[in-house]
């Protein structure tokens, strides 16, 4: 198999739903950010270049609270936080414990987005934010820290591509 092959594999198609097309989207750049955690050690998985940027272990972990605070904040309406130490977690969160726990939230929003009978379902802010500005804004964020992950992985250990 060639890497175009395997790119190709990995990258949406076109899909006339657009709902399986946002989710599709979102995958593909969980997966770009999970790849740059594979095979890492705790220890290198929390590596920042002079403490400057978030590490990869605490990208999956940020990721995964925006998810939640998103889907069940904003749209079921849940009461939900933000603390800064989801970008710099403590000892206790190991690569694996992380990679789960993103795993786990991304499922539970694929099935709540694929539950709801139309993606212009309000959310519970009070403002004009839907389920279809919700899955735009969760594909934005993944991507934005989808690409912080290649600068950093690549700085850490010299791995680039997906």
């Known amino acids: 198999m060639t890497a175009a092959t395997d790119r190709a594999l990995r990258f949406p198609g076109g899909n006339p739903d657009e709902r399986e097309l946002l989710l599709s989207w979102l995958d593909y750049l969980r997966g770009a950010v999970l790849r740059k955690v594979e095979g890492l050690s705790d220890e290198d998985a929390r590596w920042t270049p002079e403490g400057a940027l978030i590490s990869l272990l605490g990208l999956v972990n940020h990721l995964t609270h925006v998810e939640w605070r998103w889907i069940d904040g904003a749209m079921r309406g849940q009461e939900v936080s933000r603390h800064e130490a989801e970008f710099r977690p403590g000892p206790e969160l190991t690569v694996a414990a992380a990679v789960g726990a993103y795993r786990a939230r991304a499922a539970a929003t694929d099935a709540y987005v694929r539950s709801r009978p139309a993606l212009t379902e309000p959310g519970r802010r009070g403002d004009a934010t839907d389920l279809r500005w919700v899955l735009l804004h969760l594909i934005n964020e993944t991507a934005r820290h989808a690409g912080h992950a290649d600068a950093t992985?690549?700085?850490?250990?010299?791995?680039?591509g997906e």
């Open 153 to 160: 992985r690549e700085l850490l250990d010299g791995t680039t």
